[in-house]
């Protein structure tokens, strides 16, 4: 299967503090995505990052990725509570070329206390 | 708002109802996703159009039909439901063709299937 696994499951953190996200996958990827989720609420992309790519910044967002461990993290620096939410890692199952097919993986739990 | 509008928010049914989920995006894009999301489970892919052709059919019951008239709609037709299919049904569309590039959600429709 391509699905993903984010580590860890839940994340409990204080406002201005760090997150970390770590996302495995298991087959050849084309691209690699982090979409963040509100309660009940519909996904939010937040970072595409190619094969050819190792690191992307974006605002407070800091995303890498080795294709050799395929495996990616997620950065969120200075965290505040609006932050909490569930991030998910989703990947695209082509080999060289895009699927139209993004896999999710399991997601994790942020919460910021404030 | 991502440009992807869901209806109805919420849908209660009994399991010999027929029932139909709508998605319609604003963006232009030419490709149109469905997705269900259980609790404590990760996003499953049910289908996928590209140009509104069904690119993806992830071994779906047929109690699900979808329904792809133009880029802009897809349908989600609900037919003999059981109460496990009861979940969070999300729509998504991306630009499609030759990349799979970022998704963009609607809201989702809530089912409860009694």
């Known amino acids: 299967s391509q699905q993903g696994e984010e580590d860890p499951q839940a994340l409990s953190i204080q406002e201005g503090e760090n997150a970390t996200m770590n996302c495995s996958y298991k087959?050849?990827?084309?691209?690699l995505q982090w979409y963040r989720q509100n309660s009940g609420r519909g996904l939010v992309h937040l970072i595409l990052?190619?094969?050819?790519?190792r690191e992307k910044h974006s605002g407070r967002l800091r995303v890498t990725l080795d294709t050799s461990k395929k495996s990616s993290s997620l950065l969120i620096t200075a965290s505040r509570a609006a932050d909490t939410a569930s991030y998910f890692c989703?990947?695209?199952?082509?080999?060289?070329?895009?699927?139209?097919?993004?896999?999710f993986g399991t997601g994790t739990l942020l919460a910021v206390q404030p | 708002e991502t440009g992807v509008t869901q209806t109805p928010r919420h849908l209660v049914m009994g399991m010999t109802n027929k029932k139909s989920l709508k998605c319609e995006q604003h963006?232009?894009?030419?490709?149109m996703y469905w997705y269900k999301q259980s609790a404590k489970k990760p996003l499953e892919l049910m289908f996928v159009?590209?140009?509104?052709?069904?690119?993806e059919n992830n071994s779906v019951p047929s109690r699900f039909s979808p329904e792809c008239p133009n880029s802009s709609h897809l349908f989600l037709h609900l037919h003999t439901l059981q109460p496990e299919d009861s979940a969070l049904y999300l729509c998504?569309?991306?630009?499609?063709?030759?990349?799979?590039?970022?998704?963009?959600f609607g809201e989702g429709s809530r089912l409860t299937v009694l």
């Open positions: 087959t050849s990827i084309n691209n």
């Open positions: 989703a990947t695209d199952a082509g080999y060289g070329g895009a699927t139209n097919k993004l896999i």
């Open positions: 990052i190619r094969s050819n790519e």
């Open positions: 159009y590209n140009f509104k052709e069904q690119t």
């Open positions: 963006l232009g894009h030419n490709a």
């Open positions: 998504a569309s991306s630009s499609g063709g030759a990349d799979t590039g970022e998704l963009f």
